[in-house]
């Protein structure tokens, strides 16, 4: 297993909830990152991505000002902090990486990305 992820659960809707997601190897933190999601019978879905160095993110509309995204390079890692979740926050949540040469791009799209989690349930009740 190269990413993993953790964090989900059930919670409140207007309550909180942070994901994580570790990379097995030390050449993850040379990486883009993003979080997909994905709602029964959906298509998956962006949410959240960060650049390289950690500079740069991008955010769906539907999470912007709620989710925030952040990495840890020294421990390959990866955060999504998700605040004021709502019923339609809830999916099974993946987050991505891929290598990156330039240091300040993020990726919006599920195929820019090579590695993956397994995903985390996150279930927001209402």
């Given amino acids: 297993v190269q990413l993993q992820a953790s964090g989900g659960g059930l919670v409140q809707a207007g309550g909180s909830l942070r994901l994580s997601c570790a990379g097995s190897r030390r050449t993850f933190n040379q990486h883009a990152w993003g979080w997909f999601r994905q709602a029964p019978g959906m298509e998956r879905e962006f949410v959240a991505a960060i650049s390289r160095n950690?500079?740069?993110?991008?955010?769906?509309?539907?999470?912007?000002?709620?989710?925030?995204?952040?990495?840890?390079?020294?421990?390959?890692?990866?955060?999504?902090?998700?605040?004021?979740?709502?019923?339609?926050?809830?999916?099974?949540?993946?987050?991505?990486?891929?290598?990156?040469?330039?240091?300040?791009?993020?990726?919006?799209?599920?195929?820019?990305?090579?590695?993956?989690?397994?995903?985390?349930?996150?279930?927001?009740?209402?």
């Fill in 54 to 126: 950690g500079y740069n993110t991008q955010y769906a509309d539907s999470v912007k000002g709620r989710f925030t995204i952040s990495r840890d390079n020294a421990k390959n890692t990866v955060a999504l902090q998700m605040n004021n979740l709502e019923s339609e926050d809830t999916a099974v949540y993946f987050c991505a990486s891929n290598y990156a040469r330039l240091m300040d791009v993020v990726r919006v799209a599920s195929t820019q990305y090579e590695f993956w989690g397994q995903g985390t349930q996150v279930t927001v009740s209402s």
